[in-house]
């Protein structure tokens, strides 16, 4: 099992930034691809970032790019998502999310981190 933890979330104006972590218990996280979702009300869930388990390749939605940076550090156990450019639409509950490397879901989730991004 592996617990995740986000933390990072809060209030910031338009054209702000904030730097969400998720750390993890449990188990190691070197042998999972981490990913960031998020969901906004009214909204399904959607993918943000993925980042490979070694970090060294990381995949982001199109409306992101440019704007977010998904980084981890295995020694630390943790992820973090780099948000800077934020726009209003960037509001949502973010998340978490693990997966063994050759799963086709998503195992292990957090449980959200709020984001609100003021006009």
């Known amino acids: 099992q592996v617990q995740l933890v986000e933390s990072g979330g809060g209030l910031v104006q338009a054209g702000g930034s904030l730097r969400l972590s998720c750390a993890a218990s449990g188990r190691t996280l070197s042998s999972y691809i981490m990913g960031w979702f998020r969901q906004a009300p009214g909204k399904e869930r959607e993918f943000v970032a993925e980042?490979?388990?070694?970090?060294?390749?990381?995949y982001y939605a199109d409306f992101v790019k440019g704007r977010f940076t998904g980084f981890r550090d295995n020694a630390k156990n943790m992820i973090a998502l780099q948000m800077n450019s934020l726009l209003p639409e960037d509001t949502a509950v973010y998340y978490c999310?693990?997966?063994?490397?050759?799963?086709?879901?998503?195992?292990?989730w957090g449980q959200g981190t709020q984001v609100t991004v003021s006009s």
């Open positions: 999310a693990a997966k063994r490397i050759f799963s086709a879901q998503w195992d292990y």
């Open positions: 980042i490979s388990w070694s970090g060294t390749n990381t």
